[in-house]
C-alpha cells in the first residue's frame, strides 16, 4: 500500500473567474473587517479567499478574492467603505487568474511553497497574492500571465492532468 503523503503534490486547478479588492492603510479596529465582511454576506457574496497583513502601526491591509460575476456589488460596498473611511485605500483587480496547487503529502513534507515561488520567480512572473493551507497553496497572478504560470507549473510538479484553463 502506497503512502498517499508521498507525493507532496498531486494537482493543480486553475480559476479565471475571480477578481481581488485590496483594501490598505485600514485603521487597526474590530469594526471595519467585521463590516466589509457583513456587508459583502449581506449581498449573497461568497468570499473565497482573505489575506490579511499583521498590524503595522495602527493599520493593516486586506485581500480578499470574490467571484468577478460580483463585481457591480463589490464596487459599490467598497465604494460606501471608502466614503466612511477616507484614509483607506482600496483597489479592485479583476484581471488574475488564481493557481492552487493541492496535495495532501503538503502536510509532512517541507519547501514545497518555496518550489512553487521559483517556477514564478524564473518564468519573471509576478505574484499578486499567495495563500496557503495544509494541503493547498493558492497565488493570483495576472491574467497575461496565466498560460505561461500553467505551463510552467505543470512541468516543474510533474502534472500531466489539471483543472482549468
Known amino acids: 500500500m502506497d503512502n498517499i503523503e508521498q507525493h507532496s503534490v498531486d494537482g493543480l486547478t486553475i480559476d479565471c473567474e475571480s477578481l481581488i479588492i485590496s483594501l490598505r492603510r485600514v485603521p487597526f479596529n474590530a469594526f471595519i473587517m467585521s463590516r466589509l465582511l457583513s456587508d459583502l454576506a449581506d449581498a449573497g457574496i461568497n468570499v473565497d479567499l482573505i489575506s490579511r497583513t499583521a498590524p503595522a502601526k495602527d493599520t493593516f491591509d486586506v485581500s ?87 505551463d510552467a507549473v505543470r512541468s516543474r510538479f510533474r502534472l500531466d492532468d489539471y483543472v482549468g484553463m
Not at 471608502?82 to 488574475?96: A, E, P, R, T
Not at 517541507?110 to 499567495?130: E, P, R, T, W
Open 64 to 150: 480578499v478574492i470574490l467571484p468577478e460575476k460580483e463585481l457591480p456589488k463589490v464596487r459599490d460596498i467598497a465604494n460606501n467603505l471608502g466614503n466612511d473611511y477616507k484614509d483607506i485605500g482600496i483597489k479592485i483587480n479583476k484581471s488574475i487568474t488564481r493557481l492552487n496547487l493541492h496535495g495532501i503529502g503538503m502536510r509532512t513534507q517541507s519547501g514545497v511553497a518555496a518550489k512553487f515561488l521559483k517556477v514564478f520567480a524564473d518564468n519573471d512572473i509576478q505574484v499578486l497574492m499567495i495563500t496557503t493551507s495544509e494541503i493547498c497553496i493558492s497565488c493570483a497572478v495576472r491574467n497575461e500571465d496565466a498560460k505561461k504560470a500553467v
